[in-house]
């Protein structure tokens, strides 16, 4: 319940990733000791088997969340370049504008909102954690509801 309470607070508040991300892996290496004291038990009985095979696909989801949103960007001087490269397609076809005197405003403003939609996309998508574009927590606020009705029920 609480791996799932942080996830959802973690939706909510990216500023806190890095005390999600270790109270995360507290929470798995508890329940790592868990399967350990099952293996002790009897480590062929198949809710072994199920237990530990759903524990490795809980760690692998975790690294694999956490490579994708902090580890995996795009270098700070690709981004720059990146913004270099629009300001001086920018500037040149201005000028290519205004030397031919020909250009439609609407023309001019499209193409200047279409290279900004670019890099921001480019921009909100490398770094989640300014907020830019959230994607749908829906399922685990879902979840979350979820066990928190069994733990009511099973009160």
């Known amino acids: 319940m609480e791996y799932t309470n942080i996830r959802v607070e973690l939706s909510n508040d990216m500023s806190r990733a890095e005390q999600v ?16 004291a099952l293996a002790v038990i009897n480590n062929s009985s198949e809710a072994y088997s199920l237990y530990t095979g759903s524990m490795s696909e809980l760690v692998a989801l975790l690294n694999q969340r956490v490579t994708m949103t902090l580890e995996f960007r795009i270098p700070i001087l690709i981004l720059e370049v990146l913004l270099a490269v629009g300001v001086l397609s920018m500037l040149a076809l201005g000028y290519q504008f205004g030397a031919t005197g020909k250009g439609n405003t609407a023309a001019k403003l499209l193409t200047a909102v279409i290279f900004a939609a670019v890099m921001w996309l480019i921009l909100a998508m490398d770094r989640p954690e300014l907020g830019l574009l959230r994607l749908n927590q829906m399922p685990v606020h879902t979840l979350q509801q979820q066990l928190l009705e069994r733990q009511a029920h099973n009160r």
């Open 21 to 36: 991300i270790t109270r995360s892996h507290q929470i798995l290496d508890t329940l790592w000791t868990y399967s350990e």
